[in-house]
Each structure stands twice: as structure tokens, then as C-alpha cells.
């Protein structure tokens, strides 16, 4: 009964790739984000989407295109991985805008 | 720009005493405040939320204070076990209606058995 998923768990790769990360929720909600949680363990909003709609576009590198194909899925890929990239992503979901958050397990990003 | 800090860093407490990790927010329309837990390698996952309609919330050890005026809440944890050990996380909702949550740097609290 997972209700906020991601995959993968680690993702280990070399500068220049292109790579994504996906999530999916089965708790029926409306709206959807990425964060970047980074090595001093400090998170930060990236991309939101509501149905569908791209609601909150942080300034992040170009290099990062979130893609919602439908309201349970958010996925990330990121384009020429740079080593700063190398953090854990975490995908979350609420029911609403300003409802509660919920998780996921977060994919831990290594660029070597 | 919207921030919230958030004091201490690092708290080390005995197993049985309290902990109180305090935050304060800039952006004035700000209205719900949530407190993540997050265990090493793990997620963070919510322990409390108030909203800016009310003071204070309480959940068996766990209570949340809010000061409007002052723009500051804390997070207050009574009788603290070894399991209470973990990284805690304050935050914000932007008045924006975005979802946009703005955390705060972080706690690691430890509690020595």
C-alpha cells in the first residue's frame, strides 16, 4: 500500500548523462513536487505540478525538465549531469495546494 | 524573499527531558506551518502542523506554538526517547497558493538514553 514511490532508490552516473527519476502516487492527489535536499541536509522546492499544470518553477538550471503525464505521476530528467547535481531527490504529493505533504523514499543522485 | 530560519542546529538532550526547536518566518501572510521528521536515509515525514488560525496544537508529546504577531513557532517535545533521535525540519506555506513549502535549515536533535 506504498503511497508516495520513486525510482529509482540510487542512481549512480557520470558527468554528461541524462538521466530520470520517477514517482508515482496512489493516494488521489491533486498536486505534485520535486525537492532538492542537498549535503548540508537542506531542502529546497524545485517543480510543482497540479493536474497536470506546471504551478511553481523554481530557479533551477534548464538542465532539469519535470513532466507530469497524468495526476498520480511526476517525473525528472535532467539533461548533462553536472557533479553538483549529486543529491537526494525527494518526489511529494498533497491533496491540495495547501494541503499536507506526504514523501517519498527520495532517490539519492551520485555524479561522478 | 520568503525564509524561515530555524535555531538550534544540533540539540542534545537526556532521555525524559524536553526539547523546544524554535523557527521564525518572513512572509507575514504565511499560514500553515508543518514539522518534519526525517531519520537517517529515510524521508521526511510529517509529526505536527498547525495553522495560523489557531495558538497551539498538541499530539500526546508533541505540541506546536504559534506566535502571528511575532512571526516565530516552535516545536516543543516532552518526556524524549532515543527514538526521538532524528533531523527535524520547520516550514511554511507561501501566501502565494502555490503549495510552495519553505523549510527551515534543520535540527538534529540527539537524546541520550
Known amino acids: 500500500d506504498t503511497a508516495v514511490s520513486q525510482t529509482p532508490k540510487y542512481l549512480v552516473t557520470q558527468m554528461g548523462n541524462d538521466k530520470s527519476i520517477k514517482c508515482e502516487q496512489n493516494?488521489?492527489?491533486?498536486?505534485m513536487y520535486w525537492y532538492k535536499q542537498d549535503s548540508k541536509k537542506f531542502l529546497k522546492i524545485m517543480f510543482s505540478y497540479n493536474n497536470k499544470e506546471l504551478i511553481i518553477n523554481e530557479t533551477v538550471p534548464n538542465r532539469f525538465s519535470p513532466k507530469s503525464p497524468d495526476k498520480a505521476h511526476l517525473n525528472l530528467h535532467i539533461n548533462s549531469l553536472e557533479l553538483g547535481d549529486s543529491a537526494v531527490y525527494f518526489c511529494?504529493?498533497?491533496?491540495?495546494?495547501?494541503?499536507?505533504?506526504?514523501f517519498g523514499p527520495g532517490t539519492r543522485l551520485t555524479v561522478l | 524573499g520568503e525564509n524561515v530560519e530555524q535555531h538550534p542546529s544540533t540539540l542534545s538532550v537526556q532521555e525524559g527531558d524536553s526539547a523546544v526547536i524554535k523557527c521564525t518566518y518572513s512572509d507575514s501572510a504565511s499560514n500553515y506551518f508543518p514539522w518534519y521528521k526525517q531519520e537517517l536515509g529515510k524521508r521526511p515525514q510529517l509529526i505536527i502542523d498547525?495553522?495560523?488560525?489557531?495558538g497551539e496544537k498538541k499530539d500526546q508529546r508533541i505540541a506546536v506554538t504559534l506566535n502571528k504577531t511575532a512571526k516565530h513557532f516552535s516545536l516543543h517535545i516532552t518526556e524524549t526517547q532515543p527514538e526521538d533521535s532524528a533531523v527535524y525540519f520547520c516550514a511554511a506555506h507561501g501566501s502565494s497558493n502555490t503549495g510552495k513549502l519553505i523549510f527551515g535549515q534543520g535540527t538534529t536533535l540527539q537524546v541520550k538514553p
Open positions: 498547525i495553522r495560523s488560525n489557531v
Open positions: 493516494l488521489g492527489h491533486d498536486t
Open positions: 511529494a504529493s498533497s491533496l491540495g495546494r495547501t494541503d499536507t505533504q506526504y
